[in-house]
């Protein structure tokens, strides 16, 4: 069959291919507090804070969306929404919140839940080290926080008085040297007289604070002392505690209240000085003070952006009674116990948690705040509320086992003064008035019970201390109430003589 030729065709020449020009992210530049809570609460990449318990940083779930708690410890029996604890696997025994940090990050069941929740993870802490650092790498989650090296660096009470000092932001008067006899400390001391407070370079305060006037004092904490490195040598005052929290950012340092510490009380803590609480109103000190607090805590701040730092920190700071002269105690660059207070008080509600512009400053996101403005605003006293918290630890010096535990939830005052349990909730702020309170059980069922263990932390309205600065009768109501709730059996003599508690605190 003949068929019409077919024309060939000449190849065609190949035309270069144009690129389609890449869609570029939208560039963001937050200018206001509107537009930063906005940029939260569509945030689409998943950001975890995974410690032993939620309690640091309650409720940023609520203001940052996609933002989960991977917990050790289930405080909540399993009701908390944004709450993962895995099942517990065979481990060695913890001696640190870090060991409990990489434990969860190596859990099988932890690995899962996190890629459940999308790309690009995020992970924060309140406490971790250069080994955690190194897992996360491994799963390639980034840690919103400086490295671990230079926070231990700024962790360390030495050091504070160091960048205190370049802050221009005073410490008590001190000196600063390793001891190597009570001869030795007595020569050092001179200067500051007899009656001395010392302190070494890490650990929590109750553990590594040292009140010695003799060398009677000396000898009882000398294995604690020498040899221990750098020493913090004080003169002691008659002072009251405070803390105050902040974020240093690329506009500034945000500055949080000031407030009251609960210190010592032998209802709450074995440990003389140990931290047990804080409270949050706005005339928790006299004006000078505050403006001093707010004043040192900036600048601080400002120095810690020039040796690198970043972020959320803590600063605790002494308040000579006598004379009414302000000093810095110590530093913690990370949140703290006394987070929960600060990102809960009516100005955090009002514009935004600080631990919100932590994140905003390791988002990457450009932003451009007033940081003078919203420090104005929050020292207004119209924006401060009255709160308490008091850290209850078991104060008896014996270990049993739980087998009853007070749950966590709103619990209520009776007009007996005996307490009861009213209501599950897991925001502090279903709390009514002074009658109620919010209770977050730490220890639980099944756990041993040691002198010095956190059973829970208990928040209401209103005060824990009087104008004396003593636990009011209220406070001491609520702290038997919630105590007598525990029930423990005795372990054998023989176990328990085994058992040693963690020199390390969960919050």
Known sequence: M????VKQKTPAKKKAAKKKPAKRAKKVHLKNISEVRRYFHRNEDPIFFISATNFNLLGIDEWCRNFHYINYIDCYDGRHPNTFVPSENAHPEFESIEDIVAYLLEHKEVIDFMKSKGKNPKAVFLMFDERVEKICKELGIEVWFPKAKLREQIDHKIETVRIGNKAGVPSVPNVLSEIKDYAHLKKLSKPIGDDLVLQSAFGDSGHTTFFIKNEKDFNRH????????????????????????????????????????????????????????????????????????????????????????????ELDFLIDQKTGEIYLGECNPRVTGASSMTNHAAFAHADAPLFLFHLLEFSGINFDLDVNELNNRWADPD???QWCQMVIKHTDDNVDVITQAPESGIWKMLPDGQIAFSRFDYHRRAVDSENEAFFLRIQGPGDFRYEGADLGIL????????????????????????????KARPLPSALAVELEAPDFKLL
């Open 2 to 5: 003949n068929t019409l030729p």
């Open 222 to 313: 000398k294995s604690e002392i020498v040899g221990q490195g750098e020493i913090k040598v004080m003169k002691r005052i008659n002072c009251r505690g405070s803390a105050i929290e902040a974020c240093a950012t690329k506009n500034g340092t945000i500055v949080g209240p000031l407030m009251t510490e609960l210190v010592g009380f032998k209802e709450l803590t074995p440990y003389r000085g140990g931290w047990c609480g804080n409270e949050i109103f706005a005339d928790a000190f006299d004006q000078k003070i505050r403006d001093a607090a707010r004043k040192y805590t900036f600048e601080f701040g400002n120095q810690l952006v020039k040796e690198g730092y970043r972020g959320y920190f």
């Open 383 to 385: 924006n401060i509320d």
């Open 459 to 486: 928040i209401t309205r209103g005060h824990a201390m009087d104008k004396r600065f003593r636990l009011k009768a209220r406070s001491k109501k609520w702290i038997d109430g919630i105590k007598g709730q525990y």
